[in-house]
């Protein structure tokens, strides 16, 4: 089992950049991929990105695609979302979540985090 915490989230305007971190701790990362989803309210819960346990393989909502960016840094167990031109329809909760394998863009993660708010207003 792989222990996840979010962090980084907040309150930005609309055009503005946040960039959320999640550290895993618990069984060893190695063949972990990484991703994040995300929760609007009164929705269900959707896809963001995900990247391979290199690095090397990446995905992306196209929401998100050209704004978004995910990268991870094993030797600190952290994985990384930098978020530009954010929209008030970026507006959720985001979680970080781990699975052995491939990186997978549906929810069959097997390790999730608490979330972290991103609220984008004008």
């Known amino acids: 089992q792989v222990q996840l915490v979010e962090s980084g989230g907040g309150s930005v305007q609309t055009g503005g950049s946040l960039r959320l971190s999640c550290v895993a701790s618990g069984r060893t990362l190695g063949g972990i991929a990484m991703a994040w989803f995300r929760q609007a309210p009164g929705k269900e819960r959707e896809f963001v990105a995900s990247v391979s346990w290199t690095g090397g393989t990446t995905n992306y909502a196209d929401s998100v695609k050209g704004r978004f960016t995910i990268s991870r840094n094993n030797a600190k167990k952290t994985v990384y979302l930098e978020m530009k031109g954010l929209r008030a329809e970026d507006t959720a909760v985001y979680f970080c979540?781990?699975?052995?394998?491939?990186?997978?863009?549906?929810?069959?993660?097997?390790?999730w985090g608490q979330g972290t708010q991103v609220t984008v207003s004008s």
């Open positions: 979540a781990a699975r052995p394998g491939a990186p997978w863009t549906t929810g069959q993660y097997d390790d």
